[in-house]
Protein backbone atom coordinates (compact mmCIF):
# COMPACT_ATOMS: atom_id res chain seq x y z
CA UNK A 1 0.00 0.00 0.00
CA UNK A 2 1.25 3.37 -0.69
CA UNK A 3 0.25 6.61 0.79
CA UNK A 4 0.20 9.98 -0.82
CA UNK A 5 0.14 13.21 0.90
CA UNK A 6 0.31 16.39 -0.77
CA UNK A 7 1.03 19.94 0.75
CA UNK A 8 1.90 23.66 -0.47
CA UNK A 9 -1.29 24.30 -1.55
CA UNK A 10 -2.66 27.93 -1.32
CA UNK A 11 -3.68 31.10 -2.66
CA UNK A 12 -1.37 33.49 -4.75
CA UNK A 13 -2.34 36.65 -7.51
CA UNK A 14 -1.98 35.68 -10.98
CA UNK A 15 1.31 35.96 -12.44
CA UNK A 16 2.53 34.48 -8.79
CA UNK A 17 3.98 30.99 -8.12
CA UNK A 18 3.89 27.75 -5.55
CA UNK A 19 5.85 24.78 -5.03
CA UNK A 20 3.28 21.51 -4.51
CA UNK A 21 4.71 18.67 -2.82
CA UNK A 22 3.42 15.15 -2.45
CA UNK A 23 5.04 12.67 0.00
CA UNK A 24 4.96 8.95 -0.26
CA UNK A 25 5.04 5.64 1.74
CA UNK A 26 6.94 2.69 0.63
CA UNK A 27 10.63 1.42 0.27
CA UNK A 28 10.23 1.75 -3.65
CA UNK A 29 9.66 5.18 -4.57
CA UNK A 30 12.06 5.27 -7.31
CA UNK A 31 9.67 2.35 -8.95
CA UNK A 32 7.08 4.80 -8.44
CA UNK A 33 5.48 7.05 -11.69
CA UNK A 34 4.49 9.81 -9.77
CA UNK A 35 1.55 11.60 -11.78
CA UNK A 36 -0.06 14.85 -10.92
CA UNK A 37 -3.75 15.67 -11.59
CA UNK A 38 -5.93 18.62 -11.22
CA UNK A 39 -9.78 19.06 -10.81
CA UNK A 40 -11.54 22.56 -10.95
CA UNK A 41 -15.12 22.61 -9.65
CA UNK A 42 -17.66 21.40 -11.89
CA UNK A 43 -14.66 19.95 -14.42
CA UNK A 44 -13.23 16.33 -14.78
CA UNK A 45 -10.23 15.95 -13.19
CA UNK A 46 -6.99 16.28 -15.71
CA UNK A 47 -3.73 15.48 -16.32
CA UNK A 48 -0.93 18.08 -15.53
CA UNK A 49 2.38 16.68 -15.22
CA UNK A 50 4.35 12.96 -14.74
CA UNK A 51 7.27 11.19 -13.97
CA UNK A 52 8.05 8.10 -14.99
CA UNK A 53 10.04 6.03 -13.08
CA UNK A 54 12.34 4.73 -15.56
CA UNK A 55 12.89 8.71 -16.85
CA UNK A 56 11.08 11.27 -18.34
CA UNK A 57 9.08 14.03 -17.40
CA UNK A 58 5.60 14.91 -19.80
CA UNK A 59 2.93 18.04 -19.14
CA UNK A 60 -0.40 19.01 -20.45
CA UNK A 61 -0.03 21.47 -23.17
CA UNK A 62 -1.57 23.82 -20.76
CA UNK A 63 1.34 23.86 -18.15
CA UNK A 64 3.95 23.02 -20.31
CA UNK A 65 6.76 25.98 -20.18
CA UNK A 66 5.50 26.92 -17.00
CA UNK A 67 5.23 24.24 -14.58
CA UNK A 68 8.24 21.48 -13.79
CA UNK A 69 7.74 18.23 -12.16
CA UNK A 70 10.61 16.84 -10.01
CA UNK A 71 11.01 14.06 -7.58
CA UNK A 72 13.59 13.33 -4.86
CA UNK A 73 13.78 9.70 -4.41
CA UNK A 74 15.82 10.01 -1.77
CA UNK A 75 13.16 12.46 0.41
CA UNK A 76 10.47 9.78 -1.58
CA UNK A 77 9.15 13.18 -2.26
CA UNK A 78 7.94 14.26 -5.96
CA UNK A 79 7.43 18.32 -6.44
CA UNK A 80 5.55 20.65 -8.63
CA UNK A 81 7.10 23.95 -9.37
CA UNK A 82 4.04 26.25 -10.95
CA UNK A 83 5.00 29.44 -12.04
CA UNK A 84 3.47 32.11 -13.94
CA UNK A 85 0.35 30.91 -12.50
CA UNK A 86 -3.19 31.74 -14.07
CA UNK A 87 -7.12 32.16 -12.45
CA UNK A 88 -7.63 28.86 -14.77
CA UNK A 89 -5.13 26.61 -13.01
CA UNK A 90 -7.64 27.26 -10.02
CA UNK A 91 -8.12 23.47 -8.82
CA UNK A 92 -7.60 21.19 -6.01
CA UNK A 93 -4.42 19.29 -7.17
CA UNK A 94 -3.45 15.40 -6.63
CA UNK A 95 -0.62 13.33 -6.62
CA UNK A 96 -1.20 9.66 -7.55
CA UNK A 97 1.46 6.70 -8.04
CA UNK A 98 1.54 4.15 -10.22
CA UNK A 99 4.56 1.64 -9.41
CA UNK A 100 6.55 0.01 -12.82
CA UNK A 101 4.11 1.74 -15.07
CA UNK A 102 4.85 4.04 -17.92
CA UNK A 103 1.88 3.80 -20.88
CA UNK A 104 -0.81 5.87 -20.63
CA UNK A 105 0.61 8.24 -17.80
CA UNK A 106 -2.14 10.96 -18.50
CA UNK A 107 -5.33 8.92 -17.81
CA UNK A 108 -6.14 8.90 -13.88
CA UNK A 109 -8.09 5.47 -14.34
CA UNK A 110 -4.39 4.38 -14.52
CA UNK A 111 -3.22 5.15 -10.55
CA UNK A 112 -4.41 3.02 -8.05
CA UNK A 113 -2.83 5.75 -5.45
CA UNK A 114 -4.03 8.74 -4.54
CA UNK A 115 -3.48 11.66 -2.56
CA UNK A 116 -6.30 13.70 -0.35
CA UNK A 117 -5.48 16.68 -2.51
CA UNK A 118 -4.09 20.43 -2.00
CA UNK A 119 -6.12 23.64 -3.24
CA UNK A 120 -4.68 26.04 -5.47
CA UNK A 121 -6.16 29.22 -5.90
CA UNK A 122 -5.36 32.02 -8.29
CA UNK A 123 -6.89 35.77 -7.95
CA UNK A 124 -6.73 37.85 -10.82
Known amino acids: QVQLVESGGGLVQAGGSLRLSCAASGRTFSSYTMGWFRQAPGKEREFVAV???????YYADSVKGRFTISRDNVKKTVYLQMNSLKPEDTAVYYC??????????????????WGQGTQVTVSS
Open 51 to 57: SIWSGGE
Open 96 to 113: AANPYYSGSYYLSSVYPY
